[in-house]
């Protein structure tokens, strides 16, 4: 209790509200157009005290009381039109039902609703489940259970988890942790098409929540630890069939690199870098896996997304730049070929990826309205690029950071700390962030009415000795040995709002356990996420106020959605089962730290729900009664 | 030698189904309810090679690391460990990543010496690959002596070598009390 009071305190930091408000009022000034064709002609004018200018396009537009994809649109935004739930009565929230899926591998999904039914995907055995929305406490329509290999769970690097599910056309797609993307019938739970996509005897996993446009589900690999070679993919939704496959490293020809590619800088034109930038033949065990996020954008019909690390994760034993590891892809959703790519981490030696999440937002900048991608990279630079071209727009640390002293404009790129490099057999101390970041997969969230990005963020750093590895298949190519810890602050965590016109924390809460959860915005201006340590909060999504928590079973590492139910109540869902890497060992050791769970909890105002009124021992099935008899003695 | 060994356990074994399925499909009119082997007897079923016979923990105790706790031995399976990326999953600390913690003294597939020995050799269903293929019994044994060496794995007669690191006790080396045995 006396946690909870103090943590209920919002710190600030960064610019004040009044002057949040200010330079909101200053960028409003400029003409906001949202972006010319037909999708945006349904983008609201952007409100007064939208801090940043910023529009959204919200495609496809689904039902405002569903939640279809993992990141609800095209974009990335998690952003939900709903505001039943608001500033003014969020305190009011309690738990409407609870549903445990059986599991206690970090749960680090978010669940679907689609008409009046919620999909869920547990990790590792990767069962997927239905539940019934109409029924009181949503009772199972159908459970899946696809029996991925066991031996998957010792090869994922990071947990046996799964990042979500992917709708399209009555079929759910998601992907096993054992390299099987699987597509299972909406109605009635049974599997449709199975496509083996990579070998998990080489450690390859896959953890990544497809995404969806049209015919085509994307999917990536996880293994950046295990010296796979990454790659994206597109399959037919209908039937699995392989359409396209980029990988991460390689000449031009298996990278999808011709004629259409055009980097913003200089540094990364050339024929078959992803070849040429690593020491002879070491492309081949390069890493570079795709194991996050994938956004789309309609107007251009480019997708976005980053690679993972290079592999080992030794920078001495791979002088060169290692691309396209720790890149950020634009590809023709169609053919799978390069737009543009840009390196966030050039010969990445802290193990930082590319792999968050790319929010699409067209944003005024110096009086002109851009088209840019906003990303949190590990390395904790937040990154506002255009994403028709990939030029940085705004580069700014949004987490504690000492492996770079600034970042060159003009080449886009970071300026490398010479201290901070490793070197085998030498312990470095206090080097920040640590391979986790100052951010990891835990995707942001964006709201079209305060213009804002809201993020949970990492304050870490690691004492690290890097040791020389040899390729071994099926064994990691690794060689980190580091010890992880608080930066400067003590907190483990903090969950911020970010403006990505201008590269401002807004304002932030900081927390004393680690902030891996999603956030969620919302029209009520009200922003949820939740901690290591299992609280779930509320927070005014201006001024940075925390309105309301709850303590949840586990800790929190789930995304959290909002969705209209069958009676027109607003329901906000999380999943609570802590893992992933917020089993680190310097939370565990820390009183207080949960045990591990799978269970979603539903929270409604006052927890009302669907049948709360009747709850009460539902009538005994039986065939002789009519059903008028069956509803006796209910109200 | 353990490789000349597996395939002669692995018939052993085909024998021994071809067997069964011989004798129960005799018996089409019921399941019989004499003449049926002992429980003692249907657990004697031999894996195949040395450190398959580990199955058994009591045979396990029969058999100690060759190398003792040679302070050779140690830092050679020290360095093995690091060599052939076991620190990738156990971690360099050996307390455990991605693979489970090889320091504490709880062991999913048995604590003795010889039942590490199998898990190296033959990998175990989670993730853990095999090295039999790879590596000599000596370098495997040299690997155990350094695993031994971090004081959770069990001596022969059962006992953790470490008592201070002895909070949990394998299931696969304890022996179930009268107690335990007589209720279902």
């Known amino acids: ?635 | 030698m353990p490789m000349r060994i597996v395939p002669a356990g692995l018939m052993t074994m085909s024998l021994m189904l071809c067997a069964c399925s011989h004798s129960e499909g005799g018996s089409a009119s019921g399941p019989p309810t004499t003449g049926l082997p002992s429980a003692g007897e249907m657990s004697a079923v031999p894996m195949g090679h040395v450190a398959g016979l580990t199955d058994s923990a009591a045979l396990a105790r029969s058999m100690p690391n060759p190398y003792g706790d040679d302070a050779q031995a140690v830092a050679a399976g020290k360095a093995l460990y690091v060599k052939m990326n076991c620190a990738g999953c156990h971690a360099y600390d050996a307390k455990g990543n991605m693979g489970p913690d090889l320091t504490d003294s709880y062991w999913r597939y048995g604590g003795l010496p010889a039942q590490i020995y199998r898990s190296i050799h033959d990998g175990r269903a989670q993730g853990m690959p095999a090295w039999g293929a790879a590596l000599p019994p000596r370098e495997i044994w040299k690997l155990v002596a350094y695993i031994e060496s971090l004081g959770g794995a069990y001596s022969v007669d059962g006992t953790p070598r470490n008592p201070q690191r002895a909070e949990l006790v394998a299931p696969e080396v304890q022996a179930p009390s009268p107690a335990a045995a007589s209720s279902p």
Not at chain 1, 9 to 27: D, F, H, N, V, Y
Not at chain 1, 73 to 83: E, F, G, H, K
Not at chain 1, 140 to 153: E, G, M, V
Request: glycine content about 10%; some cysteine.
């Open chain 1, 1 to 635: 209790m006396r946690n909870f009071a103090r943590m209920q305190s919002p710190r600030k930091s960064g610019l004040s509200l009044a002057g949040a408000l200010l330079l909101g009022l200053l960028e409003c000034g400029h003409p906001s157009q949202a972006a010319d064709g037909p999708a945006a002609a349904a983008t609201p004018p952007v409100p007064a005290n939208n801090l940043s200018g910023a529009t959204i396009n919200f495609a496809p537009n689904d039902p405002a009381g569903e939640w279809r994809s993992q990141a609800r649109d095209y974009a990335n935004s998690r952003y939900s039109p709903l505001d039943q739930i608001n500033s003014g009565n969020v305190a009011q929230l309690r738990v409407a039902w609870t549903f445990s899926d059986g599991t206690l591998h970090g749960h680090e999904a978010a669940p679907l609703v689609i008409g009046d039914t919620m999909y869920l995907v547990t990790p590792f055995p990767d069962m997927a489940y239905a539940l019934d929305l109409t029924k009181p406490g949503a009772s199972i329509k159908w459970t899946f259970k696809p029996n991925p290999s066991p031996l998957a769970i010792g090869k994922a690097c990071c947990d046996a988890v799964t990042r979500g599910i992917a709708y399209a056309d009555g079929k759910l797609i998601y992907n096993l942790l054992d390299d099987h993307t699987v597509a299972v019938d909406t109605k009635t739970g049974k599997e449709v098409w199975r496509i083996k996509m990579d070998n998990v005897e080489t450690g390859a996993t896959m953890t990544m929540a497809p995404l969806i446009v049209g015919n085509k589900v994307f999917v990536g690999n996880s293994g950046g630890e295990m010296g796979v070679q990454g790659w994206i993919a597109a399959l037919d939704v209908g039937t699995g069939k392989e359409l396209w496959r980029a990988y991460s490293t390689g000449s031009d020809k298996r990278v999808l690199i011709g004629a259409d590619f055009k980097p913003f800088y200089r540094w990364m034109k050339g024929e078959d870098l992803g070849v040429s930038s690593w020491p002879a033949g070491m492309w081949k065990h390069g890493g570079a896996s795709v194991w996050g996020w994938i956004s789309y954008d309609p107007q251009t019909n480019l997708i976005f997304y980053g690679t993972s690390n290079p592999s080992p994760r030794v920078p001495v034993q791979r002088p060169g730049y290692n691309l396209w590891a720790s890149t950020i892809f634009a590809r023709d959703a169609d053919t799978g070929m390069a737009r543009w790519a840009y390196q966030t981490t050039p010969h990445d030696e802290w193990d930082y990826d590319a792999v968050n999440e790319d929010i699409l937002m067209d944003l005024p900048i110096k009086g002109r309205v851009r088209k840019v991608l906003v990303h949190f990279d590990r390395n904790a630079y937040a990154y506002t690029i255009d994403r028709t071209t990939g030029e940085v727009l705004v580069a700014a640390p949004f987490a504690y950071l000492n492996w770079s002293t600034g970042f060159d404009m003009t080449t886009g790129r970071p300026i490398v700390n010479k201290d901070k490099e490793p070197k085998p057999g030498v312990k470095i101390d206090n080097l920040c962030p640590p391979d986790i970041g100052g951010k990891d997969w835990q995707p942001a969230a964006a709201s079209p009415r305060s213009g804002l990005v809201y993020a949970g963020i990492f304050n870490l750093c690691m004492d690290l000795t890097d040791h020389e590895v040899g390729y071994i298949a099926s064994t990691p190519y690794d060689g980190m040995e580091m010890q992880r810890q608080a930066a400067p602050g003590g907190n483990l965590g903090e969950f911020m709002a970010w403006n990505p016109a201008t590269g401002k924390k807004m304002w932030a809460i900081k927390e004393r356990f680690m902030t891996m959860s999603g956030a969620l915005a919302t029209a009520g201006d009200v922003v949820f996420y939740g901690t290591a340590d299992g609280w779930f909060r509320a927070v005014d999504a201006r001024s940075g106020k925390i309105l309301w928590s709850q303590k949840l079973g586990s800790g929190v590492i789930g995304q959290p959605i909002s969705y209209l139910g069958p009676d027109h109540r607003q329901y906000i869902a999380i999943y609570s089962g802590i893992g992933g890497v917020a089993t680190m060992r310097v939370d565990k050791s820390m009183s207080g730290f949960p045990a591990p769970g799978g269970t979603l909890y539903v929270f409604s105002i006052h927890g009302d729900s669907v049948g709360a009124q009747s709850a009460e021992p539902a009538a005994v099935d039986d065939a002789a009664a009519p059903p008028a008899n069956a509803n006796q003695g209910k109200p």
